[in-house]
């Protein structure tokens, strides 16, 4: 008798404890596991509009974060595309030489081509216009004057150094002159 009584007292304790277990979880189960239409207004109104809100507000003004990785990346796509720029440096355009040494550049409606040639100091540069319009080549301290089609003018450069130089009929041709050793 006495055992069977032990038994029926942990019996009714376990289901007690079995009971106090699932009335303790309801609260927090109840929300995703019972009914999903009833919980959801309460977890979404109360945890979802103030908590998102109270964070996103507390971490916008701390604003500055995303700004700061922005300048970072600008630094690190000039560092490549002056890398570009560097390894494409060496082929410069070279212009077509003459027979005589001198190096020529065409003149076409509306442009020098090539636009930038590299010549040796004392290296004479023939411009020959060979465009259907007027025009003409002029430096910081030279001019050709204007140029008929097939007219050419040639001009020497004695020093190392850029030069620039442009179409003064039309001011958007420009060409320039690099002389190096
Ligand atoms: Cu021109």
Redesign the pocket.
Known sequence: MVTWLIRGVLAVGILVVGLLALASRPPDSPSPTTAGAPPSPTPAGLPQSPTPAGVPQSSMPGGAPPSAPTPTAEPFVQRVVSRVARETQAPFPTSTPLPSGAALVSIVD?GYMPGTIRVHPGQTVVWRNDGR?E??VTGEDWHSGPMEPTIEYRQTFGTVGTFTYR?S??TD?TGIIIGIQ
Do not use: G
């Open positions: 509306f319009e025009h003409d179409c009929i039309h041709m």
